[in-house]
């Protein structure tokens, strides 16, 4: 199957893209962009998030659980949204712990790009969601890509930081190998479980001393 997504992960990830399963997801999904509903991303922002960030770049994997469902959010990176729109409260309180821990006040832009580019793989666990409807598309496949995704990462690059917020994402970490790489753990950034353990978890500033321990260069948040 042709999938068009970023080289270095379509070799990678070739005999996923074989599978039973991804050929079901495929179809699922193709149906639901033609059959008039509203689906996020736009097609071609589904693996915005490969095509920014190629797997040798990856230095460190945040994940999310699937896209935002509102229009002019969801844009293929998780926890981002389009320069100019308003920043859900989710990204409000991760830029409030990027404030309070690396003290970097200068953040005006939801798009967070410009951290893929750096070496940051904003990975949703789902790929794509109907309007307004969250997790509409969970249980389609996209979860067994995306814990392929993971494996693809553990097997091909070392000290890599894992930043892994709520349960949902934390059980992502039974894919890495926690002796070469650097697992973050800590309540989700949402405003129902921030104060139990996001805000001051320093993740921000210990992934980028992990990276520089490991001769890799920090990442500019």
């Known amino acids: 199957m042709d999938v068009k997504i970023e080289q270095s992960w379509k070799d990678v990830l070739a005999s996923e893209f074989e599978k039973d399963y991804f050929k079901k997801l495929t179809e699922f999904v193709r149906g639901e962009y033609l059959s008039g509903k509203t689906i996020y991303p736009e097609a071609k922002n589904i693996f915005n998030a490969f095509n920014l960030c190629p797997l040798s770049n990856v230095k460190v994997v945040i994940i999310g659980q699937d896209p935002y469902h509102e229009p002019h959010q969801a844009h293929g990176l998780c926890f981002s949204v389009e320069s100019g729109v308003d920043f859900p409260p989710s990204l409000v309180n991760i830029y409030k712990e990027i404030e309070s821990d690396i003290e970097h006040k200068s953040i005006t832009n939801g798009d967070l790009s410009a951290w893929a580019r750096q070496g940051v793989l904003l990975l949703n666990s789902t790929l794509t969601v109907q309007a307004h409807i969250a997790a509409s598309h969970s249980g389609k496949g996209w979860e067994t890509f995306t814990d392929a995704v993971i494996r693809a990462v553990n097997e091909n690059q070392k000290n890599v930081v894992y930043m892994l917020w709520g349960s949902f994402a934390q059980k992502k970490a039974d894919f890495v190998d926690n002796q070469n790489n650097l697992i973050l753990k800590s309540a989700h950034p949402s405003p129902l479980s921030a104060y139990r353990g996001f805000f001051g978890n320093h993740h ?18």
């Open 204 to 221: 921000f500033s210990r992934a980028n001393e992990y990276l520089i321990q490991n001769g890799k260069t920090p990442i500019d948040w």
